[in-house]
């Protein structure tokens, strides 16, 4: 130990370059590691960091740290200059296609760490390890990024290419930084349903399926009452096995998941050639000249075709992806007009088992013993129609994968993806498939399914993720579980985190019939229940013997509640989403592999209309809730002083420095439930509570009025299932 300069650097020089080879470091002398990154204020793991760019918040600031520990130096006598430490990122650098068509990642760049010391130059040790810290940096455009440190004792400049470093991962086991920077517009917490395009105007003529197609999902658009529409797979699916010829196909019509090509559509989600005003495509600009490659005509020369010159032209199957191009075009073009964006399924796990790929590309399989593709199995289920593509590390196949997003989104002006299955995908891949397609639509929305435990979810680098409520919407009456999960979810997720939560989706049963039979025996089991229920006054349901669909639907309203309205701005929140039906409290299931029919003319007839016209209400007012998007959250547990005995209320306020809404929730189907809150946790006195959102109100059910004011605070009288949210205010500010 030495207070010399020139000697401590030696011996930082014989530690970090000499003493050990790369990776075999003894931690207990030499030692790197705690690296963290401030982002915007908050200091983040390298696990993953979180940030926002758009025109309100145009750039995200960041500061790296970074510990040192060596032995064999006397911490607290080092000084700025004994060794130098640099930090790499590729911050704002996507990447870029090269010459040869292949995405390349950015190059990244260095950036110079200091000691982090007093004010008279002595070292601010975290225990006894130095501590270095970055220059000021930004993150200005979306994608993902990542960040490491670097060290040297070497005498050369800092800039010489010759100088030695240690990387931190050669050092200890420590792992890069990464940070998802997304568009501003997702902050404000957009809604979300999933819509399987084959069902959406599909019918049965003489015993036969017929398809719906994406012309009557543009027209059914307005009516959505969401912000984002997420299409299940729209590709061309395959149906049989390569190998045996057989015919593999889930189902009567095959699963979308099945792509028998990614760059082709399905051919039954296209209204037919016959069907088609091709003047009208091509005078709206619905045709392009690089559709028409090879056809030696301009699309005004291709709209003053008839159908049959044209499919004389070309054939029907290359006139068929023509005009489904130009309906898939229509669609998001009608959808942006409305303010509401159009993402679709990504399917990067398999294929379907003829895919011509098998036999171009034999080695982007998993194979089984018999060389064959082998069938995607997952736990306990076995999708025998598809074959596992071998993804993992597998840089040919990536290359020819990440180019299936840019392109649709390219040519038909999608808005993004969902990655099916997100967290069995490696995460470089992942994060290289965001970059390449922000590079394309630096607002596109990147959702990653994530249908996992939660610490399998941590790091995956989408902007938005899945939360696992499908369980306790089914299941749970009681509001600890709730609790318990939501802040788990904020204790383990980076700050910022957005995740999508739902009731039910194309893999689950429908909800409203699931509940819908469980309320039914609750009432044949318990009469006082049968009474409540009976004698309740409904003028949108007159008749007692169909209060379990009364129920049903009012349990699907507070779901949606909960998922819109439980997060935690800042930490975890939420989106929520909505299978196409929910709005309307839909029993049959999308199905999509069998030719069943969702049923849309239920939404007109009561009382599924009161709740299609909830819905439509729910859409308009949250846009006014800014407290969803900006505040914190406040769980009102019901074990202490003031709560429901029985925890059958879910309770929670969404707060501000300025307002607050208080969301209240009777999972009890049961009984009427009796609670009493104040509100001393508030910046503001809380006197008044004004109505925003009440599910018994939409159905016309009595409710008690709101309670007035007292010194012990509200008490509040709920219904069996009704679900409130209410602005508190102050008397004195109004």
């Excluded at 979180?50 to 970074?66: C, D, E, I, L, S």
């Excluded at 399924?345 to 034999?362: E, G, W």
């Excluded at 040519?411 to 967290?423: M, N, T």
């Excluded at 409710?703 to 602005?727: D, I, K």
Aim: aromatic fraction near 10%.
């Amino acid at each position: 130990m030495t207070r010399d300069p020139a000697l401590r650097r030696e011996v930082f020089f014989a530690q970090l370059h000499r003493t050990y080879a790369p990776h075999q470091f003894d931690n207990w002398l030499v030692w790197g590691g705690n690296l963290s990154i401030q982002l915007d204020g908050e200091r983040c793991a390298p696990t993953l960091a979180r940030a926002f760019v758009g025109p309100a918040h145009p750039q995200a600031r960041a500061k790296v740290r970074v510990e040192l520990f060596v032995a064999a130096v006397a911490a607290a006598q080092v000084r700025e200059g004994d060794a130098d430490v640099r930090l790499w990122t590729d911050a704002d650098q996507r990447g870029q296609v090269d010459a040869e068509g292949r995405f390349q990642p950015g190059p990244g760049q260095h950036l110079p760490m200091h000691l982090v010391c007093d004010d008279q130059g002595a070292p601010i040790l975290s225990a006894q390890n130095l501590v270095f810290e970055s220059a000021e940096f930004s993150f200005s455009v979306t994608g993902v990024f990542s960040y490491t440190a670097q060290f040297s004792a070497d005498p050369l400049p800092l800039d010489d290419p010759e100088k030695e470093w240690v990387g931190l991962s050669q050092l200890a086991h420590n792992q890069d930084g990464v940070v998802v920077v997304s568009p501003q517009w997702l902050r404000s917490g957009p809604s979300l349903t999933e819509v399987c395009v084959r069902k959406v105007g599909a019918r049965l003529e003489g015993g036969h399926f017929r398809s719906g197609r994406f012309a009557q999902l543009t027209d059914l658009l307005e009516d959505l009452p969401v912000d984002v529409v997420y299409l299940l797979p729209f590709f061309k699916p395959g149906f049989c096995d390569l190998h045996t010829g057989q015919d593999v196909r889930k189902g009567a019509l095959g699963s979308p998941y099945a792509v028998a090509d990614f760059y082709q559509l399905d051919p039954e989600l296209v209204t037919p050639p016959e069907e088609v005003d091709l003047g009208r495509l091509a005078e709206e600009g619905l045709v392009r000249e690089s559709d028409l490659e090879g056809w030696g005509i301009s699309p005004a020369e291709l709209g003053r075709m008839t159908a049959a010159l044209a499919l004389a032209l070309r054939g029907r199957e290359a006139l068929v992806q023509l005009i489904g191009k130009a309906e898939l075009r229509q669609l998001t073009r009608r959808a942006h007009q409305l303010g509401k964006r159009v993402i679709f399924d990504l399917v990067l796990m398999q294929t379907s088992r003829d895919n011509p790929l098998i036999r171009r590309h034999p080695e982007w399989y998993v194979r089984d013993q018999e060389g064959r593709p082998a069938i995607h199995r997952i736990a306990w289920l076995v999708y025998s129609d598809v074959a596992l593509l071998d993804l993992v590390f597998n840089q040919a196949l990536q290359e020819y994968l990440l180019e299936v997003a840019p392109y649709w989104i390219g040519q038909c002006g999608l808005d993004g993806v969902r990655i099916d299955a997100s967290q069995t995908v490696d995460r470089p891949f992942l994060k290289r498939i965001k970059n390449r397609i922000n590079t394309v639509q630096p607002e596109a929305l990147v959702l990653g399914e994530t249908l996992c435990a939660l610490d399998q979810a941590v790091d995956v680098p989408a902007d938005a993720i899945y939360a696992l409520l499908v369980d306790f919407h089914r299941d749970v009456e009681h509001a600890r579980p709730f609790v318990q999960f939501l802040e788990e979810m904020h204790a383990r997720f980076a700050a910022r985190t957005l995740a999508l939560a739902y009731f039910e989706n194309h893999d689950s049963p429908r909800a409203t019939q699931v509940w819908r039979e469980k309320y039914t025996r609750r009432l044949q089991e318990d009469p006082d229940v049968a009474r409540y229920w009976r004698e309740l006054p409904c003028p949108v349901q007159p008749e007692p013997a169909q209060r379990p669909l009364l129920m049903a639907l009012l349990k699907n309203l507070q779901a949606t509640l909960i998922d819109l309205s439980a997060g935690l701005a800042g930490r975890s929140n939420l989106l929520y989403g909505l299978e196409w039906g929910s709005t309307w409290g839909a029993e049959d299931r999308t199905d999509f592999e069998n030719p069943t029919l969702v049923q849309p003319h239920q939404a007109s007839r009561e009382p599924r209309a009161s709740l299609a016209r909830a819905y439509q209400l729910l859409h308009q007012r949250r846009a006014t809730w800014g407290e969803l998007s900006v505040g914190e959250v406040y769980y009102l547990r019901n074990e202490f002083a003031g709560g429901d005995p029985e925890d059958r209320v879910l309770a929670y306020t969404r707060h501000t420095g300025q307002g607050a809404l208080l969301v209240l929730h009777n999972l009890d189907s049961s009984r009427p439930c009796s609670t009493t809150y104040a509100f001393e946790y508030l910046s503001f006195a809380t006197r008044e509570t004004q109505p925003l959102f009440d599910t018994y109100a939409v159905f016309q059910l009595p409710t008690p009025p709101l309670p007035a004011w007292e010194p012990q605070g509200f008490t509040f009288e709920l219904q069996p299932l009704q679900s409130l949210v209410l602005r508190l205010g102050s008397a004195e500010g109004r």
